[in-house]
């Protein structure tokens, strides 16, 4: 790595430390009939996060899997127009043969 790289990740770290450190007070969480006592502010919010991150990733995934299933149709209808126009193409040469 280069020293720009180990520089950003160290002050990365510091950066996430501190959060840690500012936000050790512990909070009641509830949510859906479950209790949770006692978290660390900064667990709730990394696990809110990265929640939010997975649910993100998620549809970023079935987009893409539509976007491939689409792509995959058209694909299949150019290759049949290309098929159609070669059977045309050889059409008209023997014709005027």
Do not use: C, H
């Not at 049949?80 to 008209?92: M, P, S, V």
């Amino acid at each position: 790595m280069t020293i720009v790289k180990i520089s950003s990740v160290i002050f990365l770290l510091l950066l996430l430390g501190l959060f840690i450190v500012y936000n050790s007070q512990t909070v009641n969480v509830s949510y859906l009939g479950v209790k949770f006592e006692n978290m660390p502010l900064w667990l709730v919010v990394f696990i809110s996060v990265f929640v939010g991150i997975f649910i993100g990733w998620l549809f970023m995934f079935i987009d893409e899997l539509t976007i491939k299933r689409k792509l995959k149709n058209s694909e299949k209808e150019i290759k049949g127009l290309k098929d159609e126009i070669a059977q045309l193409r050889q059409l008209t040469i023997t014709r005027e043969e």
